[in-house]
Structure formats: structure tokens, C-alpha cells
């Protein structure tokens, strides 16, 4: 793991460990309510940085960092739904996906019976964004591994959260505005693959607003995390920024 000492609220400092490897988060105690809304940005950048890293899939047994328990399966409610992460029974701190961060901190959200019918026209196979298995529309709108249901980075819950940290942190320019960060996403283009049926396909956006199937063949042959497509399209927005 990687240790990062990130904005606290009011004063000080978190101290996080971070495995790209693993793609999680190490908390100790109370860590991750206790983010500034800067260091929640700065862990969205650090996810973005590290999104085409190899991947290895999580233990069977995770220890605690900090008194080798063994971690336990936990669930917390946000304002975007449940999210999920594993925490230390004597209390010392929890390990979060990357991807149940997100959730966490309210970027992501689940895809609408209407917006998988909408996808499931274009895009056969998308790959699950907790465990990375793929998922087939045709016959699931949830995992058959890990049974996370298909979800993908807001919109609406950017330019929410933005907002929230603007507000929250006006003591630094924090990077683009909020209606930036809607636009971004709102322009994710789905990537080429090397099966011809996949060229021109459209953006995600339109997938999800009812665009139809215009400039793309129906029923494309993609394995696509649409998690990772929102990143990586306001990953690149706070790049530009800089």
C-alpha cells in the first residue's frame, strides 16, 4: 500500500493507504467521513491515474493493517444507495473498493430499468465494475459473480458534488466548475475495440437519454466499464485544468 496524508475537515490531516493493485482504500477509523472535500477530489484523481493499472482480485481473507483480524464484509447507506466495504472487527478502520468510494462519495449510481434497455440496444457485454467479470445484458442487469448491479458515474451527481465542494472549500480553485464536469460526461465517447462492429458507436450520454441507435450498429460487440468511462472523462477535465 501507498500512504497519502489528505485534507482533514476544519484541521490536519487523514492519512490513507492506497492499493492500485487492489484498487482500495485503507481507512483507519472514521477516515473517510473525516475527507475535506479537496481530498476527496485528490482520491478521484489518484483513481484516474491509476484506472488502466493490473488489476488482481480480492483475498478470501484480507487482514487488518493494523491488528491482522481478519476484515469483515460491512454495508453503510449514503445518499446514493448502499455501498459496501470490508472493516476490522476491533474497529481500527475499513478497506473500500475503489469503486464503493465512489458510491460512497455519491459519483455513481445505478442504471434505471429504462436506461439498461436503452445500452442493452447498443452494447451486448459490459464489464462489471466491482469485480471486473463480464456482464450480459441480454440476460442480466446485475453481476452473476459479485451480484453488483450495472451503475455508472452520475451526471447529475457530479454537478451535485462539485457544487458541495465548491461551497465547502472556497479557499483554493478546486479545478473545473460544475457545469464542466456535467458537460464531460455528458460527451464520453465509447472507446473502439478490435471488432469492427464497434466502430462509430455513440456516446454514452445518448445511450442514456434516448438518443437511439444512430451512428452505431445495434448490438455491439463491447465489454465496457461504464464506471470507468466517467472517470476517465473527468480525470481528463481535471488534467486540462492544470
Given at each position: 500500500?501507498?500512504?497519502?496524508?489528505?485534507?482533514?475537515?476544519?484541521?490536519g490531516a487523514v492519512r490513507v493507504e492506497l492499493c492500485f493493485v487492489c484498487a482500495?482504500?485503507?481507512?483507519?477509523?472514521?477516515?473517510?467521513?473525516?475527507l475535506a472535500p479537496a481530498a476527496v477530489i485528490e482520491?478521484?484523481?489518484?483513481?484516474?491515474?491509476?484506472?488502466n493499472d493490473a488489476r488482481r482480485p480480492v483475498a478470501n481473507r484480507l487482514p487488518c493493517p493494523r491488528c491482522g483480524e481478519a476484515l469483515a464484509l460491512g454495508y453503510d447507506l449514503s445518499k446514493a444507495g448502499k455501498f459496501s466495504y470490508y472493516r476490522c472487527p476491533r474497529g481500527d478502520g475499513r478497506y473500500t473498493p475503489f469503486f464503493q468510494f465512489l458510491r460512497e462519495k455519491q459519483f455513481v449510481r445505478d442504471l434505471t430499468s429504462?436506461?439498461?434497455?436503452?445500452v442493452r440496444a447498443q452494447v451486448r457485454q459490459i464489464r462489471c465494475s466491482e469485480c471486473g467479470a463480464p456482464i450480459d445484458l441480454e440476460q442480466?442487469?446485475?453481476c452473476k459473480y459479485c451480484h453488483a448491479p450495472?451503475?455508472?458515474l452520475d451526471p447529475e451527481a457530479v454537478e451535485r458534488a462539485a457544487r458541495m465542494w465548491s461551497s465547502a472549500d472556497n479557499r483554493r480553485h478546486l479545478g473545473p466548475n460544475p457545469e464542466a464536469l456535467g458537460n464531460a460526461l455528458m460527451a464520453i465517447q465509447l472507446p473502439h475495440t478490435n471488432q469492427p462492429s464497434a466502430s462509430g458507436v455513440r456516446a454514452l450520454a445518448n445511450l442514456l437519454d434516448g438518443g437511439g441507435n444512430r451512428g452505431a450498429g445495434a448490438g455491439a460487440e463491447l465489454t465496457l466499464d461504464l464506471v470507468a468511462l466517467g472517470v476517465r472523462a473527468i480525470g481528463r477535465l481535471f488534467a486540462a485544468d492544470r
Amino acid at each position: 500500500m501507498q500512504t497519502r496524508d489528505l485534507e482533514q475537515n476544519y484541521h490536519g490531516a487523514v492519512r490513507v493507504e492506497l492499493c492500485f493493485v487492489c484498487a482500495g482504500i485503507w481507512f483507519d477509523h472514521l477516515g473517510s467521513v473525516q475527507l475535506a472535500p479537496a481530498a476527496v477530489i485528490e482520491l478521484f484523481k489518484e483513481i484516474h491515474s491509476h484506472l488502466n493499472d493490473a488489476r488482481r482480485p480480492v483475498a478470501n481473507r484480507l487482514p487488518c493493517p493494523r491488528c491482522g483480524e481478519a476484515l469483515a464484509l460491512g454495508y453503510d447507506l449514503s445518499k446514493a444507495g448502499k455501498f459496501s466495504y470490508y472493516r476490522c472487527p476491533r474497529g481500527d478502520g475499513r478497506y473500500t473498493p475503489f469503486f464503493q468510494f465512489l458510491r460512497e462519495k455519491q459519483f455513481v449510481r445505478d442504471l434505471t430499468s429504462a436506461e439498461v434497455q436503452r445500452v442493452r440496444a447498443q452494447v451486448r457485454q459490459i464489464r462489471c465494475s466491482e469485480c471486473g467479470a463480464p456482464i450480459d445484458l441480454e440476460q442480466s442487469s446485475q453481476c452473476k459473480y459479485c451480484h453488483a448491479p450495472v451503475s455508472f458515474l452520475d451526471p447529475e451527481a457530479v454537478e451535485r458534488a462539485a457544487r458541495m465542494w465548491s461551497s465547502a472549500d472556497n479557499r483554493r480553485h478546486l479545478g473545473p466548475n460544475p457545469e464542466a464536469l456535467g458537460n464531460a460526461l455528458m460527451a464520453i465517447q465509447l472507446p473502439h475495440t478490435n471488432q469492427p462492429s464497434a466502430s462509430g458507436v455513440r456516446a454514452l450520454a445518448n445511450l442514456l437519454d434516448g438518443g437511439g441507435n444512430r451512428g452505431a450498429g445495434a448490438g455491439a460487440e463491447l465489454t465496457l466499464d461504464l464506471v470507468a468511462l466517467g472517470v476517465r472523462a473527468i480525470g481528463r477535465l481535471f488534467a486540462a485544468d492544470r
